[in-house]
């Protein structure tokens, strides 16, 4: 079956530690992106990318990473600098990043800080 | 910048309608949709509507679109236990990109005995 994983779904992280989030599709799909869910608040977008090798930033990049090496994968690392990085997060993909094609949305990882 | 608003709450009893509203600022909508989120998931998509639609049905929703009032709603007929989720409202403008998609804030759907 076709779909997007993320793991792990549960992450904690220490003070002045790097996290690593990851999205694995096997949709095929070109664009994939990440967003950053609060409670009570609409989804924010965090990084996005619509081809191999290319990403931009999104609304609310600042203490994040990305890289898309391969087409399946885009993870997501949530760095020292996000001082308020509890959330819930999303990974999502389309098939293009363009004509309206259908975000598909992963599980979600809930990073909460010790 | 543009925006979505919903209501955080609505409860209704099991077996009646729920309408769920929606509003938004952007002119340009092209596409508004409906996604559903239930507890500790990701959002899947129910259904979407073009600009230039009034209505649209798909089996127990109903998506009514007031383009003059920039007013979107769901109405789900006959609510189940199963229909207790997040609803999130969302649009997207003129270029269609799906990093342009601006998400409403949600609404919790609770159902009643």
């Known amino acids: 079956d076709g779909g997007i994983t993320q793991s792990p779904k549960y992450l904690f992280r220490k003070e002045g530690q790097n996290v690593t989030l990851s999205c694995e599709q096997n949709l095929n799909h070109d664009a994939m992106y990440w967003y950053r869910q609060d409670p009570g608040q609409g989804l924010r977008l965090i990084y996005y990318?619509?081809?191999?090798?290319?990403?931009q930033k999104g609304d609310i990049a600042e203490g994040y990473s990305v890289s898309r090496e391969k087409k399946e994968s885009f993870p997501l690392t949530v760095t020292s600098a996000q001082k308020n990085p509890t959330a819930f997060y999303l990974c999502?993909?389309?098939?293009?990043?363009?004509?309206?094609?259908?975000?598909?949305f992963g599980s979600g990882t809930q990073l909460s800080v010790l | 910048g543009e925006d979505v608003e919903q209501s955080l709450f609505l409860s209704v009893r099991e077996g009646d309608s729920s309408v769920i509203n929606c509003t938004y600022t952007d002119s340009s909508s092209t596409y508004l949709y409906w996604y559903k989120q239930e507890p500790g998931a990701g959002l899947q998509l129910l259904t979407y509507?073009?600009?230039?639609?009034d209505m649209k049905q798909d089996q127990r929703l109903t998506v009514l679109l007031n383009k003059k009032d920039k007013h979107l709603s769901l109405r789900i007929a006959d609510t189940q236990t199963g229909d207790s989720a997040i609803y999130f409202c969302a649009e997207i403008g003129e270029d269609s990109s799906a990093s342009k998609i601006i998400f409403g804030s949600g609404t919790r759907l609770s159902i009643r005995p």
């Open positions: 999502a993909s389309a098939k293009e990043a363009y004509h309206n094609e259908k975000l598909f």
């Open positions: 990318s619509q081809i191999v090798n290319d990403f």
């Open positions: 509507i073009f600009s230039n639609m």
